[in-house]
């Protein structure tokens, strides 16, 4: 995927600068999505994302603004902890989850999830951590938008190459 971020003009000025004063993204300009159209955004990505109000997060559904139409993203994992051996996704406390996210402290977060499996009968290894949003892109809008190599070899979109 290849993106141009833009930025509010009053938040990279000198003065905005020295004031320390945080860029603030407002749309993304999409060059192409890739080869494929699974994406995986970090999850501090996204945190900035919604902040700053260039992405929405409904449900399943994530929307990028862009300067045409939004991208839409079918989230198939969210940032938490997983159980290996089904998929389900193991219910953390918001306390555990943010000690682990931001402080990288799992003192709350294993347990919570330890007990989970140990409820289900399930071995108590039997978890892994997701740190990012798992996604895939609309088909139609990566059908159009999909890295392919240009003449020169480089990946441009395939739209920019239709006739």
């Not at 993106?3 to 003009?9: A, E, F, G, I, V």
């Not at 402290?105 to 140990?118: G, I, M, N, R």
């Not at 892994?128 to 895939?136: F, G, L």
Request: net charge negative; glycine share 8%; charged share 25%.
């Amino acid at each position: 995927m290849k993106l141009t971020r833009h930025h509010d003009p009053a938040t990279i000025t000198p003065e905005a600068r020295q004031a320390g004063v945080q860029p603030r993204i407002t749309h993304v300009t999409v060059h192409h999505t890739g080869l494929s159209a699974e994406q995986n955004f970090d999850d501090g990505l996204i945190d900035q994302a919604l902040v700053q109000g260039w992405a929405t997060l409904e449900g399943d559904r994530l929307l990028l603004k862009t300067d045409g139409e939004p991208l839409r993203y079918t989230v198939n994992r969210m940032p938490g902890y997983f159980c290996k051996s089904t998929g389900e996704p193991i219910p953390i406390s918001a306390k555990a989850w943010a000690r682990f996210r931001f402080g990288g402290d799992s003192a709350l977060s294993q347990p919570e999830a330890k007990a989970w499996l140990a409820a289900r009968g399930l071995a108590p290894n039997d978890y892994d951590i997701a740190v990012a949003y798992h996604c895939v892109l609309d088909a139609d809008q990566h059908e159009r938008l999909r890295a392919v190599p240009d003449a020169k070899g480089s990946l441009v979109a395939a739209h920019t190459l239709e006739v």
